[in-house]
């Protein structure tokens, strides 16, 4: 199974395009083949790529079950203790709203975002089958965020920690005290879900090239010759 994240970059040229879709085929062709651009289209002067962010979606998947699923083990992080999914849940709903995520954050990077202080609009907890996807939304994540509060709540659904140690380890502002509970998990559970963008910045410019999104080969009509 190939997993797909999603990414968005801007660049300005110093002419205009008539099409886009030459463009969209030459980058593709001077890319490695496990990265591929899916969709090329102009944006005002305003759009930036980082800056015009309105939220971030991130989906860390557990498989939750005695047995690893092969064709699932680069992607989805693989836990052999029972966890208890409606306590996760309970603990998730600490995270929501505005708070100051030091403690979750890893230290090697903080000189990065100087700023602490992020908005979670959600975060859930859902099961399919034997896989747990674990689902949060928010303005922005400090480095190593996502996979430290995920490394709490399965603690939290190991039932080796009850919900409301989120926010103790939360107010305490200090990474050292979620080390005492936990370490993080491993990045290959993790996907950049999707990213929403203010929707004024996204507007077309007039008279700009239709937007790309790949085009078909196409093969000419050839007369053949009669015998």
Same mark, same amino acid.
């Given at each position: $199974?190939?997993?797909? $994240? ?25 890319? =490695?083949?496990?990265? #591929? ?5 102009? *944006? ?38 029972? +966890?208890?999914?409606?306590? $996760? @849940? ?7 709203? !505005? ?9 090697? @990077? ?11 609009? @959600? ?18 994540? +400090? %480095?190593?965020?996502?996979?430290? $509060?995920?490394? /709490? /709540? /399965? ?5 080796? *920690? =009850?919900?409301?140690?989120?926010? !103790? ?5 200090? @990474?050292?005290? +979620? ?11 993790? &996907?950049?879900?999707? *990213?929403? %963008? ?16 790949? #085009? ?5 009509? &050839? !007369? /053949?010759?009669?015998?």
């Amino acid at each position: $199974m190939q997993e797909s $994240m999603p990414g968005v970059a801007h660049f300005t040229t110093p002419f205009n395009y008539d099409c886009l879709a030459a463009v969209h085929k030459a980058l593709n062709g001077l890319l =490695p083949p496990d990265i #591929r651009i899916r969709e090329m289209r102009s *944006v005002p002067p305003e759009f930036h790529a980082r800056f015009s962010v309105t939220s971030k979606i991130y989906n860390y998947r557990i498989y939750n079950d005695t047995i690893m699923d092969p064709f699932l083990r680069l992607h989805v992080y693989h836990s052999t203790y029972k +966890l208890n999914p409606a306590a $996760m @849940r309970d603990a998730a709903k600490h995270f929501v709203g !505005k708070h100051d995520f030091s403690a979750f954050a890893n230290t090697s @990077r903080n000189d990065r975002i100087p700023n602490p202080v992020k908005n979670i609009f @959600r975060f859930d907890v859902i099961e399919t089958g034997p896989v747990l996807h674990l689902e949060v939304e928010g303005t922005g994540f +400090l %480095y190593r965020q996502v996979r430290n $509060m995920v490394a /709490l /709540l /399965l603690q939290v659904g190991r039932e080796a *920690v =009850p919900p409301d140690i989120v926010s !103790k380890i939360l107010a305490s502002r200090d @990474r050292k005290e +979620l080390a005492k509970f936990t370490l993080a998990v491993p990045p290959h559970g993790l &996907c950049l879900h999707a *990213v929403n %963008y203010n929707e004024d910045h996204l507007q077309l410019p007039t008279g700009c090239p239709a937007t790309s999104r790949g #085009r078909h080969h196409t093969i000419s009509k &050839c !007369k /053949l010759p009669y015998y």
